[in-house]
C-alpha cells in the first residue's frame, strides 16, 4: 500500500518525505486555508520536495471552471494531480482531462457507485473518505471493501486510495483490505511506529549493555 501525507504544511511534507517511505501527497481547500498561503504557490512548493503524485484540488463547481483550473494546476509540475469532487461536472471534467492524459483524484466519495462512476470516466484515484462516514454512525471501511471487491470484479485500474483517515487502526483496516493507497495526517503517520514494548525493549537493550560494558 502506497502511502501519502494528507496536509498542505510544508514542514510535516519535509518530515514525512525525510522517512523515505512517503508516496505522495493530497491537499484540499480546507488543508490550504489553515496555512494561509496562495494555492499555486504551495503546491510549486510542495512539488519541489515530493517527486510522486501531489493532488491539487479545485475551488470550481463547474465543468468550465474545472477545465480551467486544471489547465492552470498541470503547469506547475508534471506530478500534479487533477483533484475534481465525485459530482456530475467533476465525472465530466474527470473524462475530459483523462483523455488528454491528465491523472486526476476524484474525491469526496461516499458511495460504491460514485467509485464505480469515475473509474468509468478514467480516473487515476477515487478517495473514499472513511472518518467522515464514521462520523455519522456507520462504518467506513464498509466503503473500501465494497470499493475493493467492485473494483477487482470488473478489472478498473482507478487506484483506490483511503482518505480521511484518523487514526493508525483505520490504516491497519485499508491495508488489511487492499487499498491501493492510504492518505494520512502528519501526526497519524507519527503514530504508526509507536509501540511501548519498542521502547521498553530499547531501554534494557540498552541498560543491559551499558551495564555489561561500561
Ligand atoms: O483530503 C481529504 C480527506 O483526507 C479529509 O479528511 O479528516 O478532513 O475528513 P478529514
Known sequence: MELYVDTANLDEIKKAADLGV????????SLIAKEG??????????????????????????YQGMMAEAATRIGIAENIV?????????????KSLADQG??????????????????????????????????????????IHQIRQAYDAHGYQTKLLAASIRHPKHMLDCLLAGADVATVPYKVIEGLLKHPLTDIGLEKFLADYAKAFS
Do not use: H
Not at 22 to 29: F, I, K, M, Q
Not at 37 to 48: P, S
Not at 112 to 141: H, Y
Open 22 to 29: 512517503l508516496d505522495g501527497v493530497t491537499t484540499n481547500p
Open 37 to 62: 498561503i496562495d494555492y499555486g504557490e504551495r503546491l510549486a512548493e510542495i512539488c519541489e520536495v515530493v517527486s510522486g503524485p501531489v493532488s491539487a484540488e479545485v475551488i470550481a463547481t463547474d
Open 82 to 94: 487533477i483533484k475534481l469532487p465525485c459530482t456530475a461536472d467533476g465525472v465530466r471534467a474527470c
Open 102 to 143: 491528465v491523472r486526476t483524484n476524484m474525491t469526496l466519495c461516499f458511495q460504491p457507485l460514485q467509485a464505480w462512476m469515475v473509474a468509468k470516466a478514467g480516473a487515476f484515484l477515487v478517495s473514499p473518505f472513511i472518518g467522515r462516514i464514521d462520523d455519522i454512525g456507520q462504518d467506513g471501511m464498509d466503503l
